[in-house]
């Protein structure tokens, strides 16, 4: 099993622009979530899925969309990077929401 | 409201001392489920430890044990004969096992950043 697999690892943006960021997992687990990491701020949750075709939002979902065609994979669209974004992302999913999460690696992402 | 509060922000003793991480939660749910989590300095997030509501025991696994008490809503990490590897931040976080609009949510603490000196 390769777990959780994000990519890219690391990403500039310019103010304005789009793109994606990819999860995904091979462990065939319903929950997933996308998480942001700023220094003292500690993990903070974007969006969640509890299964293919159910997304909802967490703490800070603004300027984020997902979506969850498969079980395998949670992608996170930026739809109009600002540097307000500039952080560590990080995917996560579980079996369920009685057990641990499984992080990726996480994608630096800087906004210029 | 759900809440994992860990109070001390950064940590940082000498190799060889014990250190105890403090967690405090809330929630109003009965059946709950607790995690730490451990981020060296390389970034990734690594699972230490899953606890239910309803297992008081404390558990010990090599130089880490952890005490789970609900008469004060707290579940303390302590890491014994501390080594420069612990080096690293630790998250707490609590999971509900009923609470509807949110299942699949963990609510994590800010972390306490740990720093064992040589």
């Known amino acids: 099993n390769a777990g959780v697999t994000q990519t890219p690892k690391f990403q500039v943006l310019k103010t304005g622009q789009s793109m994606t960021l990819q999860c995904a997992q091979d462990?065939?687990?319903?929950?997933m979530s996308w998480y942001r990491q700023d220094p003292g701020m500690g993990l903070r949750l974007i969006h969640y899925?509890?299964?293919?075709?159910?997304?909802d939002q967490g703490e800070v979902p603004n300027g984020y969309n997902v979506s969850r065609s498969t079980t395998e994979d949670f992608p996170l669209r930026l739809l109009s990077a600002a540097p307000s974004q500039t952080s560590v992302y990080f995917c996560?999913?579980?079996?369920?929401?009685?057990?641990?999460?499984?992080f990726g690696p996480g994608t630096r992402l800087t906004v210029t | 409201a759900q809440k994992v509060t860990q109070a001390q922000t950064e940590i940082s003793v000498v190799e060889k001392e014990d250190v105890t991480l403090d967690c405090v939660y809330e929630?109003?749910?009965?059946?709950?489920?607790l995690f730490w989590y451990k981020q060296p300095p390389s970034g990734e997030l690594v699972f230490l430890i899953r606890?239910?509501?309803?297992?008081?025991q404390n558990e010990i696994s090599g130089r880490y044990s952890w005490n789970f008490q609900k008469s004060t809503s707290s579940f303390n990490f302590t890491i014994t004969a501390s080594q420069v590897v612990d080096s690293a931040v630790y998250f707490c976080?609590?999971?509900?096992?009923?609470?509807?609009?949110?299942?699949?949510?963990?609510?994590f603490g800010r972390g306490t950043q740990l720093t064992v000196w040589p």
């Open positions: 606890r239910n509501s309803f297992d008081e």
């Open positions: 996560a999913s579980r079996i369920d929401r009685t057990y641990e999460q499984y």
């Open positions: 929630t109003r749910d009965t059946t709950y489920y």
């Open positions: 976080a609590l999971s509900e096992a009923w609470r509807g609009s949110t299942l699949g949510r963990l609510y």
């Open positions: 462990m065939n687990h319903e929950y």
């Open positions: 899925s509890v299964g293919a075709g159910i997304t």
